[in-house]
């Protein structure tokens, strides 16, 4: 693991994510005796992770869409509509 990992946390909750579901799976082949579910536990983490990933994703998805609709529409109504959309969405 690289650095603390309550600093990371704090700065990069994604790979915050990945490192302590790494972190889990290893302590689970390492043979830790305590009595926790490692690998449900470790999938769990690993999707905490993902979870800002899709958000990003799909926000991006929006701005894009709604900045071509803005390009290729000369109407009036839907252009200030698409633009309050990236506004809020960026």
Same mark, same amino acid.
């Given at each position: 693991?690289?650095?603390? &990992?309550?600093?990371?946390?704090? #700065?990069?909750?994604? +790979?915050? =994510?990945? #490192?302590? =579901?790494? =972190? %889990?799976?290893q302590a689970s082949g390492d043979g830790a005796n305590l &009595? %926790?579910?490692?690998e449900n536990l470790a999938e769990e983490i690993d999707s905490l992770g +993902?979870? &800002?990933?899709? #958000?990003? +994703?799909s926000r991006l998805a929006v701005i894009i869409e709604h900045l071509i609709k803005l390009e290729a529409s000369s109407a009036a109504d839907p252009r200030r509509g698409s633009a309050e959309t990236v506004g809020r969405e960026r």
């Open positions: 693991m690289s650095g603390h &990992p309550a600093r990371l946390y704090d #700065e990069d909750f994604v +790979r915050w =994510a990945e #490192e302590q =579901a790494a =972190a %889990l799976r &009595p %926790l579910d490692w +993902r979870a &800002p990933r899709r #958000e990003l +994703r």
